[in-house]
């Protein structure tokens, strides 16, 4: 069974930052992409950020300039830095990662932005 756990979500003023991680474990012989959506209230689940096994990554326009993702593949766990964090950008995140030909979601991190 593989299970992904996202941490480090929480309440920030405008301008602050936080620093998300979702950690894969269970059965895994090898993690592809992985990457972040999030979900605002009313809206449909949207892609954040992508990233490969090789370190290339792909962004949300909304984005761009301000999160940036990364990956340890010796921890099987990705990140997501959230800097100049924005009202908008309150949601909640979830993790997405391709482990082993299957997709696997995790549960999801609150992040709130206050202006």
Request: charged share 20%; with cysteine; aromatic share 10%.
């Amino acid at each position: 069974q593989v299970q992904l756990v996202e941490s480090g979500g929480g309440l920030v003023q405008a301008g602050g930052s936080l620093r998300l991680s979702c950690a894969v474990s269970g059965s895994i012989f090898s993690i592809n992409d992985m990457g972040w959506y999030r979900q605002a209230p009313g809206k449909q689940r949207e892609l954040v950020a992508t990233i490969t096994r090789r370190g290339s990554t792909d962004y949300a326009d909304s984005v761009k300039g301000r999160f940036t993702i990364s990956r340890d593949n010796a921890k099987n766990t990705v990140y997501l830095q959230l800097n100049s964090l924005q009202p908008e950008d309150t949601a909640v995140y979830y993790c997405k990662a391709g482990v082993d030909s299957r997709w696997y979601w995790g549960r999801g991190a609150q992040v709130t932005v206050s202006s």
